[in-house]
């Protein structure tokens, strides 16, 4: 048998002899929940930036706890399923459900520790000095409380329904992520007894109390923003405070706040029901009560009240997390809204490309005369509106069809879609119900969108639907032409300032064409497995992508430099990660800018040497999907919906879309994907299965990726209008 070789970079090209690599073996994986906690500790660490001002530090903080609370519903869930079933982890890395459980609460009480640390010695005392003072009930002057008893009285006792615990009152269903009291009471027969308050969720969390004001004038408590000439009290605080009046005849011994988190990774029942809208509802429903998968409890709960919660609830030990800071730390991002904005950083306005530099022109000859390649947040999201709005105005448009996955809660693509069906248009909306956590958003813009006579179709049974797409059909003078949108991310214009995402406009006939026909596979009866142009998963995806990833290796074969850059949210997929690992081995340069979970171990000795992995994690929240290859020299790039993970390959229509414009493709290299590997100030840089954060070395410029790109889209120009972010 002829002896393998391989390339041996580091030697000048030369050929040595290849040990045989087991690219399956679980020693080359990191386990998917540790490495996503890898991430969360990333956006942590972000928090704990305390270069950055006090309400951006509140904010990263926020955005830790929300995505901890998604975890423990969705993934975590997961794995405590497994556990209890007894069923053996079949993903590559091979680390069963109860080693995962343990590891998961050994990192993630790390994290939360480090958390409350922050906000309790940092943040909250550095808010205070700016004059944020966000405070406890006793802090209150006298004054103060006196309103309050009023406003408790007249404003949320009506509203609190406290809840014995006894053998004629069983322990209550708690509702996921709400906010509870658990109380111990004494009775005048010297009897204890246990009951259960929830924190009313339609009231709002912060408590606005003015300290200087004349009570008569406070007719605006609890929604004043400027903050200069009031205190910022827990709702909490003050039902706590106010406990007695709820139980009188009662003593109130000791009591302390609880939440816990349910399992809400509900499959929908699509095979056993003839409705799908219905049966997305019905899991709606039953998320709500889920088996519950953590307990969290305030710091200074009493030994007896938490044993007490943990019997009635069953729990396991490493189901209980004792809490630092404040409870459900999530809702603190509404402080953000403080009109404080020295505490902030300034606000950036969005560039728009110089094609569609007068929102009053025509778009559609502007993409006629060329592809139009738009960076978010950087460039306006306000182009992609306007082609959706004049679509549905322009007298020449006859369809539209477009993809719905997350849209926001007042969405202008939506109400476009319902002004075109009123101009006549014909309209199709494939909304996507199954949108994890938007789902009974998503059914209300169904609903709307019904009405108003476009034709919804509401996604398929089995598989969801996360491309970005909008076809516009156009009849011109020399015929029928179609208009294309496809991008990284939602349409969503809320989201749009926050995210970086990329998208194309483009009139490219053989994009148009395959776009028209995955319409019709999304909508009717249609089977396509290969498209002209576009990667379309379940399909044709991975197949493409592996076979572009080989062409590398071939070509460093041949000593023709193989290189790939990938950008994605996500890296899980085994066979993707076997063929970079190959890839590697060859000698093929491989650049990963992975913002989450990255299940690949780069550093590798023989195996994963030639495999860089950064994180990028800074102000907005990377969400570009990029995948380039060198390609013996003439390179060819693809931008899109998907990750690299098997659920959006096997499970889901995603969609990307091979960038054909020559100067877009070296735009996307040159200018950003380079300019993202230089960073050294928002990075992680992954070696083996840790994160480092990268610092500039002595002598060598400072480089913040975003940071630039907010610059060049200063520098070129901003129209009059445009939102700020």
């Known amino acids: ?77 997961g794995v405590l399923h497994q556990y209890r079933e007894g069923v053996e982890n079949t993903a590559p890395d091979r680390m069963q459900p109860s080693r995962q459980l343990a590891e998961i609460r050994k990192t993630a009480t790390a994290l939360l520790a480090k958390a409350g640390e922050h906000w309790q010695k940092s943040v909250l005392p550095g808010l205070r000095a700016k004059g944020v003072r966000i405070v406890r009930y006793e802090e209150l002057s006298e004054r103060q409380r006196r309103f309050l008893l ?46 259960r308050l929830r924190c009313p969720s339609n009231v709002p969390r912060f408590i606005f109390v003015p300290r200087t004001r004349d009570a008569k004038a406070w007719a605006d408590l609890g929604i004043e923003s400027n903050v200069r000439d009031a205190d910022i009290l827990p709702l909490e605080e003050l039902i706590e405070e106010h406990l007695p009046l709820l139980f009188p005849g009662y003593r109130v011994i000791d009591c302390g706040l609880f939440r816990i988190s349910r399992n809400s990774d509900m499959a929908v029942e699509e095979y056993d029901s003839d409705d799908l809208l219905s049966a997305v509802q019905d899991m709606v429903e039953r998320r709500r009560f889920g088996g519950v ?39 603190f991002m509404a402080l953000y809204d403080v009109d404080r904005p020295a505490l902030k950083t300034p606000p950036q ?28 947040p950087y460039d306006s999201f306000s182009p992609v509106l306007e082609f959706v709005r004049k679509a549905a105005e322009d007298p020449d448009v006859i369809s539209i069809k477009q993809t719905l996955y997350r849209v926001g809660r007042d969405s202008p693509i939506v109400r476009s879609l319902m002004e075109a069906r009123r101009r006549g248009k014909q309209v199709t909306a494939v909304v996507e119900l199954k949108a994890r956590f ?31 797409l909008c076809l516009v059909v156009r009849r011109e003078p020399g015929g029928v ?52 142009t576009l990667l379309v998963s379940p399909h044709s995806m991975r197949s493409r992508i592996i076979e572009l990833i080989q062409n590398e290796i071939a070509a460093a074969g041949q000593g023709n430099g193989g290189e790939i850059i990938m950008k994605c949210n996500q890296l899980v997929d085994r066979k993707i990660i076997q063929a970079l690992y190959m890839a590697s081995i060859a000698g093929v340069r491989i650049s990963l800018v992975v913002r989450g979970i990255c299940c690949l171990v780069p550093g590798i000795p023989g195996v994963s040497e030639n495999i860089t992995v950064r994180s990028i994690v800074g102000r907005f929240l990377e969400h570009a999907r990029v995948y380039w290859f060198r ?27 091979p960038v054909l414009d020559a100067g877009v493709r070296r735009r996307l290299l040159e200018d950003i994907m380079r300019v993202q590997l230089a960073d050294n100030k928002q990075t992680w840089l992954k070696k083996g299965m840790e994160y480092t954060r990268i610092k500039p070395e002595k002598g060598r410029p400072a480089v913040n990726a975003q940071e630039m790109f907010l610059a060049g889209a200063a520098a070129a120009g901003t129209s009059a209008g445009e939102a700020s972010m």
């Not at 009053?360 to 978010?376: K, Y």
């Not at 294309?484 to 490219?508: F, P």
């Not at 390609?631 to 879309?657: K, Q, Y």
Request: proline content about 5%; hydrophobic content about 40%; charged content about 25%.
């Open 631 to 657: 390609n013996g020299g003439d390179p060819c790039a693809f931008i899109g919906s998907a990750d690299m993970m098997t659920r959006n390959l096997d499970r889901r229509i995603e969609v990307l879309t």
């Open 150 to 195: 009023t406003y408790f009285r007249d404003e949320i006792y009506p509203v609190l329904t406290p809840q014995a615990i006894d053998p004629g009152h069983p322990f209550p269903t708690i509702s996921n992520l709400s906010i509870n009291f658990i109380i111990r009471l004494q009775g005048r027969d010297g009897m204890e007894r246990f009951a």
């Open 349 to 376: 306005s969005a560039a728009r490309p110089e094609a569609l530099s007068d929102p009053e022109g025509d778009i559609f000859a502007a993409i006629r005369a060329g592809d139009v390649f738009l960076h978010h």
């Open 438 to 468: 938007d789902e009974e958003r998503n059914i209300t813009w169904a609903e709307e969108l019904e009405k108003a006579g476009v034709n919804v179709v509401y996604g398929f049974v089995g598989m969801k639907i996360h491309a970005k």
């Open 481 to 532: 032409v179609s208009y294309a949108h496809i991008g990284t991310g939602n349409y969503n214009a809320s989201t749009a300032r926050m995210y970086t995402d990329m998208g194309i406009l483009t009139c490219h006939q053989d994009i148009c064409s395959d776009i028209a026909d995955l319409f019709n596979v999304m909508t009717g009866y249609a089977e396509k497995l290969s498209y002209r």
């Open 1 to 77: 048998m002829a002896e393998k070789k391989r390339r041996n970079p580091s030697s000048g090209g030369g050929a040595e002899p290849a040990r045989h690599v087991d690219t399956a073996s679980s020693e080359y994986y990191q386990n998917r929940e540790l490495s996503w906690l890898d991430f969360n500790a990333r956006v942590l660490e972000t928090a704990m930036d305390r270069k950055l001002p006090l309400l951006e530090q509140l904010k990263f903080l926020s955005i830790f706890h929300s995505n901890l609370d998604e975890f423990f519903m969705v993934r975590v869930a």
């Open 293 to 331: 998968v953590r307990l969290e409890t305030s710091r200074g709960m009493p030994s007896e009240l938490s044993e007490f919660l943990v019997r009635k609830l069953g729990l396991k030990p490493f189901q209980i997390y004792r809490l630092r800071g404040p409870l459900a730390f999530s809702q």
